[in-house]
């Protein structure tokens, strides 16, 4: 496949720069997810081909965690390559 690199993603950001945009990765798994979750969380920075390319890796969590949306708090679970949400009956099913 092609690399893009981050240099599109980088300019969205008030402060055009890698640490910034790590910053950005981490604030929204605080806020979305919990704080707690960052432990779990690798974020590092390559360059292939010339291109800056941001790896985040992530470690199963022992505990349930919920993702705050815009209205409500969601459940994801992985699907093969996907991520797919559970409705409240679902969830009780998952579990």
């Known amino acids: ?8 993603d980088l300019s969205l950001l008030s402060k055009k ?13 605080c806020d979305r997810i919990g704080a707690s979750f960052t432990q779990l969380v690798k974020i590092r920075f390559e360059n292939i ?12 969590s022992a505990k349930r965690a919920f993702m705050k949306g815009k209205e409500k708090l969601e459940f994801y679970v992985r699907a093969g390559n996907t991520s797919k949400s559970l409705e409240v009956p679902d969830i009780y099913d998952y579990m």
């Open 1 to 8: 496949g092609n690399i893009f690199g981050l240099e599109k």
């Open 17 to 29: 720069n890698i640490d910034h945009f790590e910053q950005t990765i981490v604030n929204l798994i």
């Open 49 to 60: 081909e010339g291109k800056d390319v941001c790896a985040v890796d992530v470690r199963k």
